[in-house]
């Protein structure tokens, strides 16, 4: 059955239908609430938002698509998509942009189809070439403010895989600082500094 983690802020938002069979991560702590209205689910929005709640969270309903539909309702959506890169040498392709370790991504134009959006962002951001999928990984979720308004980015991955052996440009308008070519080893020192929604990604290929 379908679930949706969402992060927002620092914490985890977990949506599930009652009675769901569902994994958690025993590191985690979290807070279950149970929602039969509308309100109910714009209420906790709002808490975790101003930061009234802080606390990792498992949202549940009797129907899983009620509660997708309410909570996604609240936010702006954004469609984007990334990759996670490989090349010949079996080395993954690192950004360092505001801080923090990422993979490139970013948001789809209108009429744009989704594996073709997410290979030209690839591409825009590092500099590199001949981008190929290899298969779609999954999708996360992740809030953010744009403009005093929360947006939720539904973030289509895929794994991709390249020959190209030329100069990583970093796409400097767009806040990337520098781009690399990284060996599995150096991978989880890197994720040390990094987003839960890529530490994410890392976990599906």
């Given at each position: 059955?379908?679930?949706?983690k969402?992060?927002?802020?620092?914490?985890?938002?977990?949506?599930?239908?009652?009675?769901?069979?569902?994994?958690?991560d025993?590191?985690?702590?979290?807070?279950?609430?149970?929602?039969?209205?509308?309100?109910?689910?714009?209420?906790?929005?709002?808490?975790?938002?101003?930061?009234?709640?802080?606390?990792?969270?498992?949202?549940?309903?009797?129907?899983?698509?009620?509660?997708?539909?309410?909570?996604?309702n609240a936010?702006?959506?954004?469609i984007?998509?990334?990759?996670?890169?490989?090349?010949?040498?079996?080395?993954?392709?690192?950004?360092?942009?505001?801080?923090?370790?990422?993979?490139?991504?970013?948001?789809?134009?209108?009429?744009?189809?989704?594996?073709?959006?997410?290979?030209?962002?690839?591409?825009?951001?590092?500099?590199?070439?001949?981008?190929?999928?290899?298969?779609?990984?999954?999708?996360t979720?992740?809030?953010?403010?744009?403009?005093?308004?929360w947006?939720l980015?539904?973030?289509?991955?895929?794994?991709?895989?390249?020959?190209?052996?030329?100069?990583?440009?970093?796409?400097?308008?767009?806040?990337?600082?520098?781009v690399?070519?990284?060996?599995?080893?150096?991978?989880?020192?890197?994720?040390?500094?990094?987003?839960?929604?890529i530490?994410?990604?890392?976990?599906?290929?």
């Amino acid at each position: 059955m379908q679930n949706y983690k969402i992060y927002i802020n620092n914490i985890v938002v977990l949506l599930l239908q009652h009675k769901q069979n569902f994994h958690i991560d025993k590191n985690m702590d979290y807070v279950i609430y149970y929602c039969k209205k509308k309100d109910e689910v714009e209420k906790i929005i709002t808490a975790v938002e101003i930061g009234s709640i802080t606390t990792n969270l498992i949202i549940m309903a009797d129907d899983i698509d009620w509660l997708k539909k309410h909570f996604f309702n609240a936010f702006k959506i954004i469609i984007a998509g990334g990759g996670l890169v490989r090349n010949t040498k079996g080395e993954y392709l690192m950004m360092f942009r505001k801080g923090k370790w990422d993979i490139p991504k970013g948001k789809i134009e209108k009429d744009e189809e989704v594996k073709l959006g997410s290979i030209r962002e690839v591409e825009e951001e590092t500099g590199v070439q001949n981008v190929a999928i290899s298969y779609k990984l999954g999708k996360t979720y992740h809030t953010y403010k744009l403009k005093d308004k929360w947006v939720l980015k539904e973030t289509h991955w895929y794994a991709m895989r390249t020959d190209f052996t030329g100069e990583l440009i970093p796409q400097t308008k767009e806040g990337i600082e520098k781009v690399v070519w990284a060996k599995k080893k150096e991978i989880k020192e890197m994720l040390k500094n990094s987003y839960s929604s890529i530490k994410e990604v890392f976990k599906m290929k």
